[in-house]
């Protein structure tokens, strides 16, 4: 069974520009998730897709960041426009819930973005 | 709110000797905990869960915890290090908000076994 797939692995880009991270999730989880993890830190949830709902966007970055699960499968996550401290890995997470209770989340491999 | 505490930044053990992570969470309900591993440039991997049942739950790689209620600890343990067993430790708790929750992490412990 194939993971959580992200891509790119690693970008780098100058303050101001734009970027863009794709996740594809465990085919058949209905669930997932974007998180920021900053250097010596634990991951952060930065949203939470049910389907192609997002029901948990309370720490996203409205004003920059913005994301999309159109068709409820794969994920994009965007920043525009980016600064110097969103130089992050950010984290995909995906998990299939239902109504017997919590599953636990499969993670991607991340990607490392730097802001120059 | 939900919230874990790992006290440790970072915990050196000797090969073949035991190692313990710690980890102490506050919760307002019954408290689902986890803990999960991170490689270098990998992303994390699952360990171990407590939901119900046993206090002692056993895991992947000869890794266990045990949940302990009154001391509000969930300390993850190993009888024997392995050089490779050398990452980064999260220890989570499950947050019951929204209609299903996600994770909250601890800040992590860096684990370093010498030979």
């Known amino acids: 069974e194939a993971g959580v797939v992200q891509s790119p692995r690693y970008k780098i880009i100058e303050k101001k520009q734009p970027v863009a991270f794709w996740c594809n999730p465990i085919?058949?989880?209905?669930?997932l998730y974007w998180y920021l993890q900053n250097l010596g830190q634990g991951p952060e949830l930065l949203i939470r897709?049910?389907?192609?709902?997002?029901?948990?966007d309370s720490q996203l970055p409205k004003d920059r960041f913005s994301a999309e699960r159109l068709k409820g499968v794969d994920s994009t996550l965007k920043i525009q426009p980016a600064e110097l401290g969103d130089s992050a890995v950010y984290l995909c997470?995906?998990?299939?819930?239902?109504?017997?209770?919590?599953?636990?989340?499969?993670f991607g491999p991340g990607t490392r973005l730097t802001v120059l | 709110a939900q919230s874990v505490a790992q006290p440790e930044d970072q915990v050196n053990v000797a090969e073949g000797n035991p190692l313990t992570v710690k980890c102490t969470y506050s919760v307002s309900g019954n408290p689902y905990l986890f803990w999960y591993v991170q490689y270098p440039n990998r992303g994390l991997q699952f360990l171990l869960k407590y939901i119900t049942g046993d206090n002692l739950v056993k895991g992947s790689y000869g890794f266990e915890a045990e949940f302990n209620k009154s001391q509000t600890s969930f300390h993850l343990k190993k009888p024997s290090a392995l050089v490779s067993d050398s990452a980064l430790y999260f220890c989570a708790v499950y947050n019951y908000g929204g209609s299903q929750g996600n994770l909250i992490f601890g800040k992590g412990t860096k684990l370093s076994v010498k030979p």
């Open positions: 085919s058949g989880h209905n669930t």
């Open positions: 897709y049910e389907n192609e709902e997002a029901v948990d």
């Open positions: 997470a995906s998990s299939l819930v239902g109504t017997s209770g919590y599953n636990e989340q499969f």
